[in-house]
């Protein structure tokens, strides 16, 4: 059972930090990823973090303002979103996986049909 949490009604340019704790089965051996889902729009990934190593992979959009981290006492991972845009509304899913990829093949985990868990959902949303 994985819960998001953390969303909200922010202006662009705000932050925000998004939280998926796990319950009933540790994080500690999967790698965990965050998706969007916009309004009218396809779900898309965000990024995701490896396990074990902690190493991150972000989709482009996200680069430079987004951060996954995790922290396996709490068993829980983060997403930071800095400088926020309006067209990061969206209603933001975590996932988990015990499916491991190396490094070169992160881009792996774009693919949403390898994730055994999900959490319901948190919704952000950013004015302009």
């Known amino acids: 059972q994985l819960q998001a949490s953390g969303g909200g009604l922010v202006q662009a340019g705000a932050s925000l930090r998004l939280s998926c704790a796990a319950s009933?089965?540790?994080?500690?051996?999967?790698?965990v990823s965050w998706f969007r889902q916009a309004p009218e729009k396809e779900r898309e990934f965000v990024g995701a973090?490896?396990?074990?190593?902690?190493?991150?992979y972000y989709v482009e959009s996200v680069k430079g303002r987004f951060t996954i981290s995790r922290d396996n006492a709490r068993n829980t991972v983060y997403l930071q979103m800095n400088s926020l845009k309006p067209e990061d509304t969206a209603v933001y899913y975590c996932?988990?996986?015990?499916?491991?990829?190396?490094?070169?093949?992160?881009?792996?985990?774009?693919?949403?049909?390898?994730?055994?868990?999900w959490g319901q959902g948190t919704l952000v949303t950013v004015s302009s």
């Open positions: 996932a988990s996986t015990s499916t491991r990829f190396a490094l070169s093949g992160m881009w792996a985990y774009e693919r949403s049909h390898i994730y055994e868990a």
């Open positions: 973090i490896r396990w074990p190593g902690g190493n991150t």
């Open positions: 009933g089965r540790p994080f500690g051996n999967s790698a």
